[in-house]
């Protein structure tokens, strides 16, 4: 369910007219929608027991006022980065409702999150435990830690995106657990709190969760026997989200909440979700202008003004995303197989091969759907094309919540030597 639907023959977000905006800011452009954002992540938390912590995953999307959205509904976040912890902080995410994941913490990494105060530490090795433990001693605090564990089993998502298999490099081996709790339990500043395990993104069944929750229960049953005192479980995030239309739908939250809850029933721990994707996918659109439309010997490429610069995702990972055209196409429309590929000089820059779609012309606009997870945040200047700015709606009214940066401050953002300069 988003807020992206046809009114007087456009697409709108929300009560906004993409068109409109199209004209009002420029094209390519994020379009979030508000009401999205808060309906995802209501109908979330709403799935769970009272009390779990749903912290949002930054890096599925970090603008500062989505986070901020969501902050003021009572979501935490899930950082990866010091960056990533202090944007979530700048949105009013409150220390105790942050947790720190992530294979490569560095030290100062650590040292910012002690300071700030936050929840927990998602310890992915043994020596990142030896050096939050010695960060936490010489700050004078103890670090909260969960260990995260991985459980071995197969997400059944796209291999770019699984992370719950022992051959990834996330999370503690299976078969050093209980070692790794022995060792946190040894360290003076690291305080046990929990087992955290994420297997993965884009996971469209409930078995593999369940598989994975399954072992992590067992898992509590053993460290708690062995004396160590589990008072959370971070289930990660991972849910996936409808890509295509006309594809069975993912599991609801409502279901895999219930899951989760039957599972760790009668353990008295409290829950901890990492939600990205299924908060922000649906609730971003990426709105492109057609530059040109060519046809080669065998197909005809509708060239856009989006590239794999502004969303990655397709060339990264060979992901679908549906494409509509903004006018809203008649059913008698002449229609067309389009490649629709972006400016980049690369032959990965494509959105979308033999696509049937209303037979469109050099400016007219389409939105790319489903952009509004690991889009924006993936964006890069290469080419030194200035990633696509971001704007967020809210009923009838709209902000742009990243401007656009010109080509101008781009280049300035490189330094000549001082041998170079005349
Ligand atoms: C990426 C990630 C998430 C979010 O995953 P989604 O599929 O976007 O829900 C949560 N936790 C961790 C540790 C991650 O790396």
New binding site residues.
């Given amino acids: 369910m988003n807020h992206f639907s046809y009114q007087d023959g456009r697409l709108h977000a929300e009560d906004v007219d993409l068109a409109a905006l199209a004209d009002a800011v420029g094209t390519p452009f994020y379009c979030y929608s508000t009401a999205t954002l808060e309906r995802h992540y209501r109908v979330f938390a709403e799935a769970f027991p009272k009390g779990t912590l749903i912290a949002f995953?930054v890096?599925?999307n970090g603008n500062l006022a989505v986070l901020k959205t969501l902050a003021k509904l009572g979501a935490g976040a899930?950082v990866?980065s010091s960056g990533e912890l202090k944007k979530a902080l700048a949105a009013g995410v409150p220390a105790n409702k942050i947790v720190f994941?992530g294979v490569g913490k560095t030290k100062a990494e650590m040292r910012v999150g002690l300071d700030a105060g936050i929840y927990q530490f998602?310890v992915e090795s043994e020596p990142e435990l030896e050096a939050l433990n010695e960060v936490s001693g010489s700050a004078g605090k103890r670090a909260p830690v969960s260990i995260r564990v991985n459980p071995d089993v197969d997400a059944r998502t796209h291999a770019k995106i699984s992370?719950g298999k022992a051959e990834t490099k996330f999370g503690i081996p299976w078969s050093r657990a209980q070692q790794a709790y022995a060792l946190a339990a040894s360290l003076k500043n690291i305080e046990i709190t929990g087992v955290d395990v994420?297997i993965g993104?884009?996971i469209t069944q409930l078995a593999p969760f369940e598989a994975a929750f399954t072992r992590v229960v067992e898992l509590v049953g053993v460290l708690r026997g062995a004396g160590h005192s589990i008072t959370r479980i971070d289930l990660?995030?991972?849910?996936g989200v409808p890509y295509r239309i006309d594809n069975a739908p993912p599991p609801e939250p409502a279901a895999y909440g219930a899951m989760a809850a039957q599972l760790t029933k009668g353990l008295n721990t409290q829950l901890i979700l990492?939600?990205?994707?299924?908060i922000a996918a649906n609730a971003g659109v990426l709105v492109t202008r057609v530059i040109y439309v060519k046809s080669g010997e065998r197909k005809h490429f509708l060239i856009v003004d989006a590239g794999m610069n502004d969303l990655l995702r397709p060339a990264l990972y060979d992901a679908h995303h549906d494409i509509v055209p903004v006018r809203e196409a008649q059913p008698n429309d002449p229609r067309e197989r389009y490649d629709v590929v972006g400016p980049v000089c690369e032959t990965s820059d494509i959105f979308a091969a033999d696509r049937d779609l209303p037979r469109l012309k050099d400016g007219d606009l389409v939105a790319i759907l489903t952009a509004g997870?690991y889009g924006a945040v993936m964006s890069s200047a290469y080419n030194v094309r200035p990633p696509a700015p971001e704007v967020l709606v809210k009923g009838g009214e709209w902000a742009v919540v990243r401007p656009r940066m010109d080509d101008d401050a781009l280049l300035a953002t490189d330094r000549i030597p001082g041998w170079l300069e005349a």
Wanted: hydrophobic content about 30%; aromatic content about 0%.
């Fill in positions: 995953a890096k599925a899930d990866v994941s998602n992370t994420h993104s884009q990660g995030g991972g849910l990492e939600p990205g994707r299924l997870a």
